[in-house]
């Protein structure tokens, strides 16, 4: 076996990640593969295959470590958020996460994983379930699930809209704005549109 690299201390598992977020780095996911990360840990063509049966099982551990990542960030900007001025703040951090590490956020969301993944579906549900803990704590007595989706979705597609360009990006205070004015936005239309509705169901 190869003499060099953090493997031959025992830690292919670890050595094969760590190649495999280098590599989306520098090339994207179009660079990511099997082959390329052992060359890149320094092991055998076939180590790799001990940790990862295929690219998607490795895509799904690359994943599950963004997730768990993203995590930390958004509990890092607010431990507790119960206002919708503490939800921006976490929104803020979400889009600024994807913007930071715009390939293994790609990776995360916009490329195939295994399914039968552990791990990965471990740290999706930890996601969803502190989206759904924000939700209950912000607004009681709504349908937590219902609007968890669709604060999820405002926030995700923020960051895929600043990711590709459709939003200005141009510094950290610009993309901050923007989000927080998204935010508010959604829900200070809230009671307008429910009034709104009600009244043309009347008529």
């Known amino acids: ?4 690299g953090t493997y031959h201390h025992g830690d292919l598992r670890a050595a094969c990640l760590q190649a495999a977020r280098e590599l989306l780095e520098e090339d994207g996911s179009a660079g990511l593969s099997l ?3 052992a060359r890149r840990a320094g092991v055998s063509a076939t180590a790799p295959y ?4 295929d690219r998607e099982a490795l895509v799904s551990a690359v994943a599950a470590e963004g ?7 958004l509990a890092a900007a607010h431990p507790a958020p119960s206002t919708p001025g503490e939800l921006a703040d976490v929104a803020v951090a979400y889009v600024r996460f994807a913007l930071e590490h715009p390939a293994l956020f790609r990776a995360m969301f916009a490329e195939p ?6 791990e990965r579906v471990a740290a999706t549900a930890a996601i969803s379930e502190y989206v759904r803990g924000i939700v209950r704590a912000t607004f009681p007595g709504v349908d937590a699930e219902a609007l968890s989706t669709t604060v999820w979705a405002l926030v995700h597609g923020l960051a895929f ?3 590709d360009g459709k939003l200005d990006a141009s510094s950290p205070e610009v993309v901050a704005a923007q989000v927080r004015s998204a935010v508010h936005a959604l829900f200070n239309a809230s ?13």
């Open 161 to 163: 809209l600043h990711l």
């Open 113 to 118: 994983c295994d399914p039968t993944s552990e």
């Open 67 to 73: 997730y768990r990542e993203l995590a930390g960030h």
């Open 1 to 4: 076996m190869p003499p060099t």
């Open 191 to 203: 009671p307008a549109m429910a009034q709104s509705a009600t009244a043309r169901t009347a008529g």
């Open 35 to 37: 082959r390329a990360v």
């Open 50 to 53: 001990r940790h990862y049966a």
